[in-house]
C-alpha cells in the first residue's frame, strides 16, 4: 500500500470515529432513562448463588441462567416468577455447556452449534416466561460465548439467527461497539448495547480480560462514576486513559458479588440525582 492510500484510509478511520463520537455524545445529552440488567437464577439444585430476591426490585431487566453454566429448571421457574412480580423484563442467558467452569472457558463451537445452543436454551426460559403470563424481552449471552462473540462475526452471527428465529420481537443485548453489534443489526434485530459498570475496558473497546489483575473495578464509588461517565458523556475512560465512544443502552451489574446490594442502591441514588430513570428498554 502505498503512503497516499496510507494517508486517505487513516482519515477515513479518523472521521468514522469522529462521526461515532459525536452521534454518541449527542445520545447521551438527550438520555433520559437507561436500562439496569444483571445476571439472575445462578443458583444449582441445594447451592445458592447471588442476592436475586434483594436485587430484582432494584433492576429493569433480569438475564437468567438457562441450566448450562448455572441454573436449572425450578431456578428458571423461580426467577421468571421473582421477574414477573416486580415488572422486570424476563431475558435469556444462554452460555456454554460448562457447569464447572461457570460458562467463562472458551469453548469451540461451530456456528451452527452456537445457533443450537442458543436456541435451546432461550426456549426454555421463554417457555417459563409464557406459562407465568410475561415473555420473552431478549437474549444476552454469558461469559465466553458473550466474549468470543463479540470479536468474531460468524459467533455473533449464529447468536443473532438465533434470537431472530426466536421471533416476536425478542431483543439482543450486545456489547457496545462490538463485531457482535454489527452482526445484530445486519439481522435486523433490535439491538440494545450495554455497558459493565464493574469491568475496565481496553482501548478497542473490548472488556479486559478477567486474568488481569485490574479487570473488575472493585470500588463501589469509582464504578458509580464510570457508570454515569457512559450514560451522561457517551464515552469510557480505558486502562490507558484513552476515551472510548459507547452507546449505553444498558447498564450490566453483577449480582453475585457480596457488595452487589449497597452498589446497586448507590448506582439507582445517583441515577436519579442526575434526573435518569431507570426502565427497560
Known sequence: MNQSMRSENQHERLAESGEHTQESRQQASERRSVDLNADMGESFGAWTMGCDEALMPLISSANIACGFHAGDPS????????????????GAHPGFDDLQGFGRRNMQLSPDEVYDLVLYQSGAVRAFAQAAGSRLHHVKAHGALYNMAAKDAALSGALAHAVSDLGDGVQMYVLAGSTMEQQARAAG?????????????????????????DALITDAAEAVDHALCMVKSGFLIAIDGSRVPVSADSLCIHGDKPTALPFVQALRQALEREGIAVLAP
Open 189 to 213: 434485530l433490535q439491538v440494545r448495547c450495554e455497558v459493565f459498570v464493574d469491568r475496565r475496558y481496553m482501548p478497542d473497546g473490548s472488556l479486559a480480560p478477567r486474568s488481569r489483575p
Open 75 to 90: 431456578t428458571i421457574r423461580a426467577t421468571v416468577a421473582l421477574a414477573s412480580r416486580y415488572k422486570v423484563a424476563i
